[in-house]
């Protein structure tokens, strides 16, 4: 494909060059990975018009890309990748309003600290802080706290650039229905180059965890939920242990968590690695394993307070693959006892499935973002985990299906940078907008640029063309069912 562009065009690629040439791409949990054509790393929302001029001209697919943090293939083509790495500049402030307005290219961790030197802090923030802020925000990523939305929902005005090369530019009374399907777009509509983030003067949160019961738990979660600000919790499968996240604002004095050595790192993060390499060849050990983690690490009460971020954003220790689906918040009990029922009763069979912890349970405000798992609900997140001790295969897909199966069955919504079974049909009847964004992304994108893999697989319907010559395609899985050491 090279061959085909002009001597400006492809001089102006190889200016835009970012990295080595023939970088193959992975994501975070690598997981998945890919080989795209081109690589590039605009500075400026012309270059990014004049790539997306390019592209329609040669039928060239194009991805942007933030991180890789998302356990799919998200991110992946086997055309043009286009990060934004080089456009993470601040543009405007409004202390009044309490907002910042930044470039799409913008890590969370770097918005944190631009926020704090400004005397202010987002209301919400997810486990992790290395995203960009338009990744963050293309796939809904969320926190916990049935009074705070998701990062999509934090943000009041966007430009984006769409299929066409056209700079647009939208907010609630600006191109409301572009701005209502942007805030989560999975890279469909076009691409984002700034945000406006409603944020709030910057606090302090005070967090408890305690050990808990799952029975107790779940025969009292209105309770539970509405007892702090924020609440989230973990269940230990294969018991009835459950560690229990609360956490509220505060003006007391900072008390930093202490970590320690023996505990987080050694046995929290080394000894259970090599527990679970074992476990690949003697999956029973996985129930002890499960019970080890509790009793060693959450089954007494820890409490500190510090800046919001810092108490937000916790260690995620090793790559794993991960399944996120978002259920309406009362439907929550139901899910874990159909699942807790089926890893028991699995437990039980000789060759049985089994599982890893965490079962992890956040709650999340209803919003207006058409794709965003909380439209027009307040949603339970229930994610299930299946670590890969030293990036080795684990056995997961029988318990994902089954989740997926039991999630399905609630009205569930997969979380968009995970990877799921959820397809158009499956996804129109959960998404009361699903056809309103599929009818907007053929307005945004005529040629499907911006149509990889995923966007073909989830949100295209199934006999509509795409005139790019390039597919966007090319990821390939990295990991295998059966673990072989």
Known sequence: MAHLLSDTELSLFERLQHGAKGLKFRNWANTFHCKPLFCLAPETECEIIEIVRIANRHGLALKPVGTGHSPSDLACTDSVMLSLDKMNRILAHDPLACTLTVEAGVLVHQLNSMLEQRGMALSSLGSISDQSIAGAIATATHSTGMAFGDM?????????????????????????????????SIGALGII??????????????????????????????????????????????????????????????????????????????????????SRLTPNDLPSINQEQFSHRFDRRVE?????????????????HVNEWAVPWEKAADVFRQLRAWIMAEEQK?????????????????SNVWLSPTYDR?????????????????????????????MRTQSGRPHWAKAHKMYYFDLKKVYPKFDDFVKLRRECDPN??????????????????????????????LTCEKPKL
Not at 304 to 320: A, G, Q
Not at 350 to 365: E, I, L, M, T, W
Not at 396 to 401: A, C, H, I, P, V
Not at 466 to 477: A, E, M
Request: hydrophobic letters at 35%.
């Open 152 to 184: 999509s929902s934090t943000i009041t005005h966007l430009v984006i650039i769409d299929g066409t090369g056209r700079r647009r530019e939208c907010s609630a009374t600006v191109n409301p229905d572009l701005f209502d399907a942007a805030r989560c």
């Open 193 to 278: 180059t700034q945000v406006t983030i409603q944020c709030e003067p910057a606090y302090k949160l005070h967090a408890v965890q305690t050990p808990d019961k799952l029975d107790h738990i779940l025969d009292s979660l209105t309770e539970v939920v509405f007892s702090a600000e924020h609440v989230r919790f973990w269940w230990f499968p294969y018991t009835d242990n459950v560690a229990v996240w609360r956490a509220n604002r505060t003006t007391l004095p900072k008390l930093p968590r202490v970590k320690s050595l023996w505990r987080d790192r050694l046995i929290g993060y080394h000894y259970f690695q090599l527990r679970l390499l074992k």
């Open 304 to 320: 500190y307070i510090d800046d919001s971020y810092k108490v937000f954003n916790f260690d995620c220790l090793f790559p794993h």
């Open 448 to 477: 499907g640029i911006f149509v990889n893999d995923y966007i073909r697989r989830h949100i295209l319907p199934p006999d509509e063309p795409i005139l790019t010559s390039s597919s966007g395609s090319g990821s390939q899985l």
């Open 378 to 406: 307040t949603v339970c997140y229930i994610a299930i985990i299946m670590y890969r001790p030293y990036d080795r295969a684990v056995p997961y897909k029988k318990y994902w299906r089954v989740y997926e199966d039991i």
């Open 350 to 366: 000789p060759d049985g499935a089994r599982v890893q912890f965490p079962v992890q349970a956040r709650f999340v405000k209803d």
